[in-house]
């Protein structure tokens, strides 16, 4: 039971933790907004893929996944614009985006390197584990605190960012006040469009980035490698009752649930399907309890 609440242990939880952070970030973004980023699953797909192609390219993981990053912004800032001009039903056309980023990766990954498998490339420098001075001398906490990828610092901060954002300043008002009210919104002179169009573009950046986070934690880039953990982002955002602190609560526990799964398969214990459902398993599980307990609360509030 101690190896669990190790320090490694913990760092571990944090580092499987960081692309979902990241991702459930994204979709809490377009929740708010008023539309919930079903595209975060195929976004974090092309980060995974251009990401690792990009850094190859360029030898700088760094500018690999930030012209990643930024690219998928783009097209998540064009998507929202589509649905907006045309009048496109949100969810069918990110869930078309899901489909292509499957089709568009398997295509290239064949024309580029012949093979729609597990692409390799010795060339490519994994970014080190970050060391914090002031901290790493310390029992245990520096243990936990320094030393970590630099996926983790990132979601973190961003995680920070994003609460002071959302609930601080006047963008994160005027953002929720898009996604309650639209029609309230446009006659206070808010065009909510705008905003819908700025948290996809967000959202799809930072899964991006989640995407980019399963890629070099591994090492290699691996068709499927994101492994339905965008909808798991998805459930990350109802289950935080569409709050940034209950959505990186919810992250830490589903990035638990995998990390415990993986311990038990490593015993033999479950089959391979069996730990690879448990996280998706306990998104259903948890889901209904948060929604039996909204129900509740609703019934005491009459």
């Not at 610092?153 to 005027?174: D, E, S």
Request: with cysteine.
């Amino acid at each position: 039971m101690s190896a669990l609440f190790s320090s490694e242990a913990i760092r571990s939880l944090l580092q499987s933790a960081a692309p979902l952070m990241l991702g459930s970030l994204g979709a809490l973004f377009t929740e708010i907004s008023g539309s919930l980023g079903i595209f975060i699953e195929g976004f974090m797909s092309l980060g995974s893929f251009f990401s690792w192609i990009f850094t190859g390219w360029m030898h700088s993981a760094f500018w690999g996944i930030f012209f990643t990053a930024l690219l998928a912004a783009l097209i998540g800032w064009a998507l929202a614009r589509f649905v907006h001009l045309t009048g496109a039903n949100p969810f069918i056309a990110a869930l078309a985006m899901n489909l292509a980023a499957g089709g568009i990766t398997e295509t290239l990954s064949i024309l580029w390197f012949g093979t729609k498998g597990v692409l390799r490339n010795p060339a490519i420098s994994l970014p080190k584990p970050l060391h914090i001075p002031l901290v790493e001398n310390i029992p245990f906490i520096g243990n936990i605190l320094s030393g970590n990828q630099p996926s983790v610092y990132l979601a973190w901060g961003l995680t920070i960012l994003a609460a002071f954002v959302v609930g601080k300043t006047r963008l994160g008002l005027r953002l929720r006040a898009a996604g309650l009210s639209a029609e309230a919104a446009s006659e206070r002179g808010i065009r909510p469009e705008r905003y819908r169009e700025g948290a996809w573009a967000a959202a799809a950046f930072l899964a991006a980035l989640a995407g980019a986070a399963l890629s070099f934690r591994v090492g290699v880039y691996a068709p499927g490698g994101v492994a339905g953990r965008g909808w798991i982002c998805l459930a990350a955002v109802f289950l935080g009752f569409r709050r940034v602190w209950g959505t990186l609560i919810a992250a830490l526990v589903f990035a638990l649930a995998e990390r415990i799964g993986l311990g038990v398969q490593s015993f033999g214990a479950l089959p391979a399907t069996v730990v690879l459902g448990l996280p998706s398993a306990l998104a259903l599980v948890l889901y209904t309890l948060s929604n039996v307990v909204g129900r509740v609360k609703g019934r005491k509030k009459v």
